[in-house]
């Protein structure tokens, strides 16, 4: 379809004189509790009349409506509007009367885009007869609005469901009255929530989540039962809610048929059992589409028990691309875990605290939304309940982490009387009168809950001399075959941890600003991380910045899929990123801030893009296919590895009360740091010892470990081929054999072990002078017949006083041998290990190679190398990468790690 747009209406909105300011940007004003208003910047109706735009309208057909807002970190959305009387996420005058102008005038259609990652009041757009459609977009990252025409020209067929409730009214939502700004410096009520005291003194004000577990349709659902039953007066659904959660529009139909059920269907379940529902879906539609099914379960409830949803969602299926006409099977599994309730104050006074079901009877729901339920089946717990006592995936026992925690949270909504429960703002006597001296001091202490700490007698042994580093901890203990990971339980640990002296520790725990610090005595680098669950951002502060990455559409676009294939896909082509990294360094990203697993509390709330949903189930599977299954914090959920801080620039925020509760890093604020550690202290080593092994077990587990050069390098098993100007990368599977005399050490995992800052592809290193005969050996596939192949060799050394004579290169393809013949490389005595490293040279064969297509076997080498090392590990000559050019096809490297580590040794 050609489609062409209105020029002089672009002209116009391009011109500010004509169409009159923009909308405000961000404004982090919102982060100190001050009132603050944001323009939408539309354009005002007199400014359509005085420059005749109408006219322009008799040579379109359709018109498309756009209206965003914006938010972010440090910027929740304000609860008033500066252009109206309505709050910021209402639709303001000017755009009402956008609205009237368009559908008065009387296009073919009218579609309006929402471009906002926060929901907003949509009630007069759907009841407005004269909008043909509303398209919620998001925020669509750097080239998803690309896909906006394909979508209103119907070559693509929308299939997303809301991840959010639509409710009519933001203002009569629970947490309305606990969320928003505290004006007049903090002492009035009429927005605001309860506070503490004033944050840039000291102090902080907080909110009270008294809505409890009713947020979204948990409450929207639960109010609607509730109401029905009598139990809650003046609540109607149908005013109260314009799209439930989990809906959304095709320009396709499907009809659903429950195909099998009898594995739950009237069946009493059991603590570890398994269950699962198929629904045949067909579209009986005219254009092909996907679908979402959605399984909800509704548990009994006592008033005076456990609070509980009238409906949770517990299972999830997105259809493949069904024709139409076509039908498919499809299949959804849940446990009675994935609907369990977690009862922390024993509320159903069975003496047990954790997740658990009461026993009776049960409802499952086959639904297409929260509200729209397609079958129900009936099924039963056992009268006597089931309890978790234990994590199901872990095995870690679950139990309370806060029952000595005052939050001063008052009422809390309860099910069993939303009228009389229901939140109310603190009021200004409140604020002045409920923060006890108690609570400033819990809240002023560095106290922790570390009940372990009083035990820790012993310090632990720091800077001992390495007899292993990290890089060792890939390698199998007893085969010392490449592993390429390693268990956090490994007892190698302990001998690398000896190795970390005490400074680096309060280092490495301290300063975690987007990076980790390096420490040359286990052989870690310095490591570039990056903020954002859009994808990896810059302004990192760090030398190396990253750059020329994907901006990816928000988390709450991802979750509107209902596909966690699709998520995943995602999160691989983070990982492809994150392996790529900065290609001038050839330095990897090692870490992403992301991505966000919270839940959209308010409709309010700045950075609502950065999460999923108001549904912690759907956030959990969402944000579990991003990161490939990773759990969250803490022993009940198995959890190993870095825990680290968000930015710590308040005094209240106290670094060693982080490391002694369990934390790892810390996203520092200049003054923010423990300086303070007491090396003599077992207590302060201990906990810094676990936080710096969290740190490690990360480090050594990600592509942080792909080389230990001076910042990054490609990793030790990969090579780059240049065919014309495209750059291939893959795996080699090097065979060693050779001989040494003297005290030289071929070694055969493609790493230099004596050199913290060496990275190598074929090292060696010896203590002293040394000749030596080694071959390796590696396959590389080729699209076709090769010609104008050339390989080269780049050869380095890691240290200065160092000269490699008389050395005979050759490079056998296939059988053929290519001479590099004699080759003296230098480097000068006194300079230091990095210009020492970047002082290499590339050797190039005179002759072309030919590849044959299909697989080639290489061979690198190297005859009679004579080594002078001055130095107590002065490395010998290093194939440092192998670059191979092509004017014709392609080249990849064959799968596969060494299968031998043959080398030999004269000590």
């Known amino acids: 379809m050609n489609l062409s747009y209105n020029q002089t209406l672009r002209e116009f909105y391009e011109d500010n004189k004509k169409s009159g300011d923009g909308r405000s940007q961000a404004n982090s004003d919102l982060d100190s509790g001050n009132e603050v208003s944001y323009l939408t910047g539309e354009t005002p109706p007199a400014n359509y009349d005085s420059n005749n735009i109408q006219a322009s309208f008799e040579t379109t057909d359709a018109a498309v409506i756009v209206i965003s807002r914006l938010g972010g970190e440090g910027a929740d959305l304000p609860k008033n509007s500066a252009e109206s009387d309505r709050h910021y996420l209402a639709l303001d005058d000017n755009e009402f009367a956008l609205v009237d102008m368009v559908t008065d005038y009387g296009f073919s259609s009218v579609t309006v885009v929402i471009n906002s990652a926060n929901v907003m009041e949509l009630g007069p757009l759907e009841d407005n007869a004269d909008v043909d459609a509303i398209l919620w977009i998001g925020t669509p990252g750097d080239t998803g609005i690309m896909a906006l025409g394909e979508i209103l020209t119907g070559k693509v067929n929308p299939s997303g469901k809301t991840v959010d409730t639509y409710s009519a009214d933001f203002t009569k939502d629970p947490s309305y009255q606990n969320f928003g700004y505290i004006s007049d410096y903090y002492m009035s009520s009429e927005n605001g929530d309860g506070i503490l005291y004033n944050k840039w003194d000291g102090q902080v004000f907080f909110s009270r989540y008294q809505e409890g577990i009713y947020t979204g349709y948990r409450y929207y659902e639960t109010a609607d039962y509730e109401a029905g039953q009598g139990n809650y007066e003046g609540f109607d659904y149908d005013s109260a809610v314009v799209y439930p959660f989990g809906y959304g529009l095709s320009y396709t139909t499907f009809e659903w048929e429950i195909k099998d059920d009898s594995g739950i269907n009237g069946v009493t379940v059991e603590k570890d059992g398994t269950y699962s529902v198929t629904v045949t879906v067909t579209n009986t539609g005219d254009y092909a589409g996907k679908d979402v099914v959605e399984l909800y379960v509704s548990a009994p409830y006592m008033k005076g028990g456990i609070e509980k949803a009238d409906k949770v969602l517990c299972g999830y299926v997105k259809t493949g691309l069904l024709e139409p006409g076509e039908s498919g099977d499809y299949t959804i599994e849940i446990t009675p875990y994935d609907f369990a309730s977690y009862d922390y104050n024993d509320a159903n006074q069975n003496g047990f605290t954790g997740y658990e079901l009461d026993g009776g009877d049960y409802m499952l729901f086959v639904s297409r939304s929260a509200h729209d339920d397609a079958f129900e089946i009936d099924f039963c717990v056992p009268a006597e309940g089931i309890r978790y006592e234990t994590d199901p995936n872990t095995g870690n026992t679950v139990e309370n982490r806060f029952d000595d925690a005052d939050d001063a949270l008052g009422t809390v909504m309860s099910r069993g009387d939303f009228v009389g429960t229901f939140p ?320 030289a050490m071929i070694v055969p995992d493609l790493y230099n072990r004596s050199a913290s800052n060496g990275y190598y592809v074929m090292g060696l290193y010896s203590k002293t002078d040394a000749t030596y005969d080694t071959t390796l050996e590696f396959n590389i596939v080729a699209s076709e017949d090769m010609e104008n192949v050339k390989p080269y060799l780049r050869l380095s050394a890691a240290y200065a006083d160092m000269t490699i004579n008389g050395s005979t290169y050759q490079v056998v393809v296939n059988g053929t041998t290519y001479d590099y013949g004699d080759i003296s490389f230098s480097v000068p005595e006194g300079a230091d290990t990095y210009s020492a490293y970047t002082d290499f040279e590339d050797y190039l064969i005179s002759s072309s190679v030919k590849h044959q297509t299909g697989e080639n076997v290489i061979q690198l080498v190297v005859n009679n190398a004579d080594s002078l090392g001055g130095t107590t590990r002065a490395t010998a000559p290093c194939v440092d990468a192998v670059r191979i050019s092509t004017t014709k096809g392609t080249l990849a490297w064959a799968d596969g790690f060494p299968k031998t580590t043959n080398y030999a040794e004269d000590e």
């Open 424 to 743: 109310e703002r603190a009021t200004d006597e409140y604020r002045l009168n409920a923060v006890t001296e108690e609570i400033l001091e819990s809240i002023n202490s560095t106290a922790n809950n570390n009940s372990e700490a009083a035990g820790f007698t012993e310090v632990p042994i720091t800077g001992a001399a390495a007899t292993v580093i990290l890089r060792d901890l890939l390698y199998d203990a007893e085969t010392g075959e490449f592993a390429g990971s390693v268990d956090f339980d490994d007892p190698r640990w302990d001998a690398v941890l000896d190795a970390v002296t005490f400074e680096e520790m309060v280092d490495l725990v301290n300063y975690g600003n987007l990076m980790t610090k390096a420490i040359d005595s286990v052989g870690k680098n310095q490591t570039i991380e990056s903020d954002g669950p859009t994808g990896f951002s810059s302004g990192a502060s760090m030398d190396v910045n990253i750059y020329d990455t994907c901006a990816y559409c928000s988390e709450v676009v991802l979750a509107s899929t209902w596909n966690v294939e699709l998520v995943a896909k995602m999160g691989e082509c983070l990982g492809e990123e994150a392996l790529w990294g900065n290609e001038n360094s050839s330095t990897p990203y090692s870490a992403i801030y992301a991505p966000g697993a919270n839940i959209h509390r308010s409709p309010f709330g700045g950075r609502n893009g950065e999460y999923f949903s108001e549904d912690s189930f759907l956030s959990g599977t969402m944000a579990g296919s991003e990161i490939a299954g990773a759990r969250v914090l803490r022993n009940e959920w198995g959890f190993n590895g870095t825990v680290i801080t968000d930015w710590s620039g308040e005094k209240y925020m106290s670094v060693k009360q982080m490391v002694y509760a369990g934390g790892d890093l810390n996203f520092y604020y200049p003054i923010r740091v423990w300086n303070s550690a007491d090396s003599t202290d077992a207590a302060d080593v201990t906990v810094l010892r676990k936080a710096v092994k969290g740190i490690l077990y990360s480090y050594v587990n990600s592509n942080a470990m792909n080389g230990e050069a001076i910042g990054y390098r490609m990793a030790n098993w990969q090579f780059t081929f240049e065919a014309e100007d495209v750059s291939f990368t893959g795996k080699s599977s090097p065979v060693f054999s050779g001989a040494t005399s003297g005290t």
